[in-house]
């Protein structure tokens, strides 16, 4: 097989990104930072026939995509893409679902060590018990201001304690400690960065919204919505629910103050009555709290009464008794 030159290369990569890019409907942009190669074989071997897995230098992918741009005309969603073209990334080209998609990364990702250097993904926590270290590895764990304790010659760490925070640099202290200790604290793969479909960009966190968030934002946004129409005085569809049961609890405080009667069509005027003229014998008579809703009401009023008689003191004679009577 003939070697390619530079530019052939070069021109070939163009044209393969290019291809691509109009092939697929959708375009990942994935991170491989600390991704094997034998890794990387896997991940394209189970996606074979339906991904497209491009990598290359930053330079040529953004060299292509201005390319691209000015071909097509395009002044404003190439040059949005390539404001994510930074690190160690790569173009996965697919017509699949992106959260198959994501999942089927998932599968294929690997635990690591930590390594001095590395930035942390995760918060890493060392423990709390024995370490199966002799004393004299004290100085490790004195380093990173960890409780410890010799227990049996032992060396025992008192309190679980966080040793690294999540996007900082893992130092050396940490990485012997957590590799004497055998803890493999991170799971390294290709991971979602940018998702571009049908024009859009967007992060990977859109694929965590469902159903059942959408509608709890919608129900917080038009409870708001009510609350602010209700303190200004606006009405409004959102607000009107609560306007109608406010000018009845209205109705009902004017009909009982002025003692009026509206007849036996309404029933929540009478029990009301009911309630005021005598809350024991209503609740009684109404155990389910229903009609004037005065059930627990009624049983917190007539409690008082209910409760039982504080004994009496006893007198001082009785506690003037003496050591020996």
Not at 64 to 75: I, N, P, Q, V, Y
Not at 180 to 194: A, K, T
């Amino acid at each position: 097989m003939v070697k390619l030159g530079k530019q052939e290369r070069k021109e070939k990569y163009f044209t393969t990104l290019e291809k691509y890019w109009t092939q697929f409907g959708k375009v990942i942009i994935v991170g491989v930072d600390n991704v094997q190669s034998k890794q990387m074989q896997r991940v394209r071997h189970v996606l074979r026939n339906r991904c497209e897995l491009l990598m290359g230098k930053n330079t040529l992918m953004r060299k292509c995509l201005r390319d691209m741009a000015e071909k097509s005309g395009d002044t404003d969603f190439i040059p949005a893409v390539l404001e994510h073209v930074k690190g160690n990334i790569g173009f996965l080209f697919t017509d699949m679902e992106v959260a198959d998609v994501k999942e089927v990364l998932a599968e294929h990702k690997i635990q690591a060590p930590a390594k001095a250097g590395i930035v942390a993904p995760v918060d890493v926590f060392v423990p709390d018990g024995p370490t199966g270290m002799g004393p004299e590895k004290t100085s490790f764990f004195q380093a990173l201001n960890l409780p410890t304790k010799i227990v049996k010659g032992i060396i025992s760490i008192m309190n679980q304690t966080k040793v690294v925070n999540a996007g900082e640099k893992v130092g050396l202290s940490e990485a012997k400690l957590l590799n004497m200790m055998n803890i493999s604290p991170f799971f390294y793969g290709v991971e979602l960065i940018q998702i571009v479909d049908n024009g859009a960009i967007y992060p990977p966190s859109v694929l965590e919204i469902t159903t059942e968030f959408l509608m709890a934002k919608f129900a917080t946004g038009v409870a708001n919505v009510a609350s602010v129409s209700l303190s200004i005085g606006f009405p409004t569809k959102a607000s009107g629910p609560h306007s109608l049961v406010n000018g009845f609890k209205n109705v009902m405080a004017v009909a009982l103050a002025a003692d009026l009667d509206f007849g036996k069509e309404h029933a929540g005027l009478a029990n009301a009555k009911l309630f005021l003229s005598d809350p024991a014998a209503f609740a009684s008579a109404n155990p389910g709290g229903g009609g004037g809703g005065g059930g627990a009401p009624a049983a917190a009023a007539a409690a008082p009464a209910a409760a039982a008689p504080e004994p009496e003191e006893e007198s001082e004679e009785d506690m003037a008794m003496g050591l020996f009577d």
